[in-house]
């Protein structure tokens, strides 16, 4: 069973940058494929981003360029700093898991097992 907590989600102006982190516990970490989601108000789920166990990374086309995921291993953590936001990017955003060994449709959510909470992301205009 693996548990993941996100944090970082807060309030920032449009063009600012923000930093989500998820950490996780449970599971070999290493081994999981860790998503970013988000959803925001009366809209579906969508895929934001992900790094593959293996390191690759993948990206949404509407935060190709302002988001970069990464992961640390050693820390069971994954991160996605958001730059130049905009008042869209305001939703609440999950951290995702898969594995061990994934090699399925990243951007799908329902591909992924475990979840966290969210937090919410506000981005005023």
């Known amino acids: 069973q693996v548990q993941l907590e996100e944090s970082g989600g807060r309030l920032v102006q449009a063009g600012g940058s923000l930093g989500l982190s998820c950490a996780a516990s449970?599971?070999?970490?290493?081994?999981?494929?860790m998503g970013w989601f988000r959803q925001a108000a009366g809209k579906d789920r969508e895929f934001v981003a992900s790094?593959?166990?293996?390191?690759?990374?993948y990206y949404a086309d509407s935060v190709k360029g302002r988001a970069t995921i990464s992961r640390d291993n050693a820390a069971n953590t994954v991160n996605l700093q958001m730059n130049t936001l905009k008042p869209e990017d305001t939703a609440v955003y999950y951290c995702?898991?898969?594995?061990?060994?994934?090699?399925?449709?990243?951007?799908?959510?329902?591909?992924?097992?475990?979840w966290g909470q969210g937090t919410q992301v506000t981005v005023s205009s």
């Open positions: 995702a898991a898969v594995g061990p060994y994934f090699s399925g449709d990243y951007w799908i959510d329902r591909a992924y097992k475990y």
């Open positions: 449970g599971g070999i970490f290493s081994t999981y494929d």
């Open positions: 790094i593959a166990w293996s390191g690759n990374k």
